[in-house]
């Protein structure tokens, strides 16, 4: 199978490009769908032990895909205590 599209890429170079986009635009879909998996306080793989991942971060977090350089803990509190 790798011999038919090595040799067709031979024949073909500028399906190249193709492939190396297509090949690292699902490499970061897969990693940001696993990032999301097990990094998102609204996923719980344990229910036994965390039935309630949300209520699990503290008031001052706050959570991003990117850091941002600010403080979180001089806002209001605009969620419910359960």
Do not use: M, N, T
């Given at each position: 199978m790798l011999g038919v599209v090595a040799k067709?890429?031979?024949s073909h170079p500028a399906l190249i490009p193709l492939f190396i986009?297509?090949?690292g635009g699902a490499t970061m879909s897969i990693t940001?769908?696993?990032r999301l998996a097990l990094k998102n306080p609204d996923v719980s793989w344990d229910r036994k032990n965390n039935?309630?991942?949300w209520n699990k971060m503290e008031a001052n977090q706050?959570?991003?895909l990117?850091?941002?350089n600010m403080d979180y803990s001089t806002l209001k509190k605009d969620r419910p205590d359960f």
């Open positions: 067709q890429l031979r986009f297509i090949g940001y769908l696993a039935p309630e991942p706050q959570y991003k990117f850091k941002v």
